[in-house]
């Protein structure tokens, strides 16, 4: 598979980006049917291996034989993230406090490290995006994986509340008794959980206490061992669990709560970003408190697929827009890379699905594209 810009040389995409997305408009929305005719020519076919990535481009849509390459980029939401974060750090460092100070547990948690709850952890958001499409996609039936990460961290969560509550009747019923893990509990419990997982060979939760050095608010636990050696968990987490619990709990024959782990996630994103185009003052502190409780819950990291596609695709995209002001990327070069084993057109469906609008997806004419690469 050749590249749409030369191999040696993909620090173009700025200028191509820039051509493309600037005046005059030359590219069109990938809309709804066309996405679910792309998704449908899927046939266990590795995104670096289908034709629909390649150089000569794909077919416009079922009816248009016109030669097109796809462009993804961010969803317009996260542009009002990061201007609001730019402009108005005061003045959302101070609204993100006073909500910290509304939350139990809270303000012990971050104790020292409120600075981190300003900054929003992209490399785990990506990992959760990715269980979270792995896991849905599975559910609509796209692929075999069952997007295990994000079904795990589920059940992790879920057995500890019960192995620290003791009342596993109560802690299966309600979300709210969650309040009870960020007071800290003892190692006894963080050992039997732990040891429940490692014998399993899923995961070892103690590779996890070291995000807490990292960053505060995306870790899931931080570990107090100069004196009362007890662990906290990340009371953002808890928030986490019970807003998808809640959701859960709304779903009309919703099936196994383990297997809807990544719709709820999705939706939950996607609840976060359209709340940022409204009028509500603490919507920006609220969104970044909702994203670290997101990370924080995501404790299992075992799926290198699932997490290419958050990694190469969505974190990518962030740090592109981050570092070199690249709105977005070109898909065949994307999936010469990616190589998931998961059909890209299904990934890219239900990212830019309009319930989770993570993405943007657009499509440009092969010829108006190739006339501005041969000009760089």
């Given at each position: ?260 782990q990544g719709q709820l996630t999705l939706e939950v994103l996607g609840d976060a970003l359209k709340r940022l185009r409204g009028d509500d003052d603490d919507r920006f502190a609220d969104f970044a408190i909702k994203i670290h409780g997101m990370c924080a819950f995501h404790i299992v990291r075992t799926d290198h697929k699932q997490q290419k596609i958050g990694l190469h695709l969505f974190s990518n995209l962030v740090a592109r827009k981050m570092s070199r002001d690249v709105g977005g990327s070109n898909v065949p070069d994307i999936a010469k890379q990616l190589k998931t084993g998961f059909g890209l057109a299904k990934v890219l ?28």
């Amino acid at each position: 598979m050749k590249r749409v810009l030369p191999d040696n040389m993909p620090t173009l995409d700025y200028e191509l980006w820039k051509n493309i997305f600037g005046p005059p408009v030359r590219f069109e929305l990938v809309k709804k049917d066309e996405r679910q005719w792309l998704a449908g020519k899927e046939f266990h076919v590795s995104s670096e291996k289908s034709v629909e990535w390649m150089k000569e481009g794909r077919d416009r849509s079922r009816n248009d034989t016109t030669k097109v390459f796809d462009f993804i980029s961010l969803s317009k939401f996260f542009d009002l993230w990061f201007d609001h974060r730019k402009y108005f750090e005061h003045d959302l460092n101070e609204r993100i406090k006073k909500q910290i100070s509304l939350i139990p547990g809270a303000e012990l948690f971050f104790e020292g490290e409120m600075n981190t709850l300003l900054e929003i952890n992209w490399t785990i958001l990506g990992r959760v995006i990715g269980a979270a499409v792995a896991n849905y996609g599975h559910s609509r039936e796209y692929w075999n994986s069952t997007g295990l990460d994000a079904k795990e961290a589920a059940t992790f969560w879920n057995e500890l509340k019960r192995q620290v509550v003791d009342d596993d009747d109560y802690a299966t019923v309600t979300a709210d008794d969650l309040a009870l893990l960020a007071k800290g509990f003892d190692k006894s419990d963080w050992v039997k959980i732990g040891d429940q997982f490692r014998e399993r060979g899923d995961f070892n939760p103690d590779s996890e206490i070291l995000r807490s050095y990292g960053h505060r608010a995306s870790s899931p636990f931080w570990h107090e061992n100069h004196i009362l050696d007890r662990y906290y968990a990340n009371p953002l987490a808890m928030k986490h669990h019970k807003v998808i619990f809640n959701k859960y709990r709304d779903m009309k024959n919703p099936g196994v709560h383990e297997d809807v782990q990544g719709q709820l996630t999705l939706e939950v994103l996607g609840d976060a970003l359209k709340r940022l185009r409204g009028d509500d003052d603490d919507r920006f502190a609220d969104f970044a408190i909702k994203i670290h409780g997101m990370c924080a819950f995501h404790i299992v990291r075992t799926d290198h697929k699932q997490q290419k596609i958050g990694l190469h695709l969505f974190s990518n995209l962030v740090a592109r827009k981050m570092s070199r002001d690249v709105g977005g990327s070109n898909v065949p070069d994307i999936a010469k890379q990616l190589k998931t084993g998961f059909g890209l057109a299904k990934v890219l469906t239900i990212l830019s699905d309009k319930n989770h609008k993570i993405i943007e997806w657009n499509s440009v004419e092969k010829e108006i594209v190739d006339k501005i690469v041969n000009g760089l």
